[in-house]
Nanobody, 115 residues
């Protein structure tokens, strides 16, 4: 059974930090490109960051460059998203995605940036 389980979301003040984790199981994690998406209320889901299967190719949406860091641990079947200097516009549900032979999604974790 394929599972992607996100964790680490929560309520944080502007300027604060959070670290999201996505634990994968049920498929060969090391063969999949991993992505983080987010969806703000009333908006479409957008890709935030991606990391290649080997971790050597990384991309970010412009709005998070310099503030977010994606990483993965293939031994632990986990991908991370380190977020610093958070802004209210970073608020949304953050989803983990695995794309390779198939396309898998987690259920999301809520991130709220508010004072």
């Amino acid at each position: 059974q394929v599972q992607l389980v996100e964790s680490g979301g929560g309520l944080v003040q502007p300027g604060g930090s959070l670290r999201l984790s996505c634990a994968a199981s049920g498929f060969t994690f090391k063969n999949y490109v991993m992505r983080w998406y987010r969806q703000a209320p009333g908006k479409e889901r957008e890709e935030v960051a991606s990391i290649s299967s080997g971790g050597d190719r990384i991309n970010y949406v412009d709005s998070v460059k310099g503030r977010f860091t994606i990483s993965r641990d293939n031994a632990k079947n986990t991908v991370y998203l380190e977020m610093i200097s958070l802004k209210p516009e970073d608020t949304g549900v953050y989803f983990c995605n695995a794309r390779g032979l198939n396309d898998y999604w987690g259920q999301g974790t809520q991130v709220t940036v508010s004072s």
